[in-house]
């Protein structure tokens, strides 16, 4: 656990004491780093290593983010790669069929005419409806 307490300035209180009002406390980087290192272990918690020397648990938490900010980027041994999304494949005009429902007093006419002759569906249909 922490047990030194820093203090840069002799206008403040050491440890234990009532700081003086409108006075920051500063504390070494060394020191940071003891308690950082200390709320890394497994099993401590943050409350618990901020309160042994008298410290605020979030200023604490500040020092962990700064540190992890400081940390390089530990390039990843995943990679993602970028998927453009498939369009689905659209049928051509030999593909498709033109199909033709005609009501008659007798039943219905259905025509079914392959997909690339629309000009002969379309005279088929010009004769047959003369």
């Not at 070494?28 to 200390?38: C, D, G, H, I, N």
Request: proline share 13%; net charge positive.
């Amino acid at each position: 656990m922490v047990s030194t307490c820093f203090w840069w300035t002799p206008f403040q209180a050491p440890c234990g004491g009532t700081p003086v009002p409108g006075l920051r406390r500063s504390y070494p980087k060394s020191f940071k780093a003891q308690v950082v290192e200390e709320c890394s272990q497994p099993g401590a918690s943050v409350a618990g290593v901020a309160l042994s020397p008298g410290l605020n648990a979030n200023l604490v938490h500040k020092w962990i983010r700064r540190q992890q900010a400081q940390l390089p980027a530990v390039p990843s041994s995943f990679i993602p790669i970028p998927l453009v999304p498939s369009l689905p494949a659209t049928p051509s005009a030999a593909d498709m069929a033109i199909q033709i429902v005609i009501p008659h007093r007798v039943g219905k006419l259905s025509v079914q005419w392959p997909g690339n002759d629309p000009e002969g569906c379309a005279r088929f249909l010009r004769e047959l409806l003369k």
